[in-house]
Every structure is written in structure tokens, then in C-alpha cells.
Nanobody, 124 residues
Framework: EVQLVESGGGLVQAGGSLRLSCTASGFAFDEHAMAWFRRAPGKPREGISCISSTDDSTYYADSVKGRFTISRDNAKSTLYLQMNNLKPEDTAEYYC?????????????????WGNGALVTVSS
């Protein structure tokens, strides 16, 4: 059974940092591109970062570029999102997701499994 479990969310002041983790199980983690999404209150879900499985290429939405860093540890089957210089507008539920298919490129429209989410709240 494929499982994705996020951790590391919480309350932080603006300008602070958090690191989210997503522990994966039930599949060959190193063969799948992985991504982070978020859903802020009253807004649609947004794909914010993706990392490929083939060459670890990374991609970022403009809203987080330069502040967030995605990484993966295939030995631990874990995906990370380091979030620095957090802003109140980063407040959201954050989800990790698995890209459908093995050895495929990043595609926010091609996710097939999702975690339950981790809440990040940034106070001003």
C-alpha cells in the first residue's frame, strides 16, 4: 500500500523557517518524481515544487522560488521541503504527492498519491 506521511508543520513567525518531511512507503521511492503542493484558505491547490527521479532536477513556483528548497533522500524514502523567510501568505496546508509512472518528468497534473497534509501557519 502506497503511503505518504507529512510532518514538520507548525506555527512560525514571519521571517522564520520550517522543514517539512514526507516519509514514503509501499513503492520504489527512487523511481518516482515527487512534489509539494499547498492549499491556502479560500484558494485552490497550488503546485509549488517538484523534484525528478531521473536527475534530481528541481522546479519551483514563482511564489516560493529563492526561499524554498526541495530535496530527497532515496535511502530514507523521504522528501523534504526547506522553507526559509516564511511570509504570512505561505500559511496553508502542505501536501506531498507522487508522480504517476516510473522515471517520468515532473508534472503537477500527473500525481496519483497524496499525503494527508501538514499545516503551516505563519504569523505576522
Amino acid at each position: 500500500e502506497v503511503q505518504l506521511v507529512e510532518s514538520g508543520g507548525g506555527l512560525v513567525q514571519a521571517g522564520g523557517s520550517l522543514r517539512l518531511s514526507c516519509t514514503a512507503s509501499g513503492f520504489a521511492f527512487d523511481e518516482h518524481a515527487m512534489a509539494w503542493f499547498r492549499r491556502a484558505p479560500g484558494k485552490p491547490r497550488e503546485g509549488i515544487s517538484c523534484i525528478s527521479s531521473t536527475d534530481d532536477s528541481t522546479y519551483y513556483a514563482d511564489s516560493v522560488k529563492g526561499r524554498f528548497t526541495i530535496s530527497r533522500d532515496n535511502a530514507k524514502s523521504t522528501l523534504y521541503l526547506q522553507m526559509n523567510n516564511l511570509k504570512p501568505e505561505d500559511t496553508a496546508e502542505y501536501y506531498c504527492a507522487r508522480r504517476f509512472g516510473r522515471r517520468t518528468r515532473c508534472d503537477y497534473n500527473g500525481m496519483d498519491y497524496w499525503g494527508n497534509g501538514a499545516l503551516v501557519t505563519v504569523s505576522s
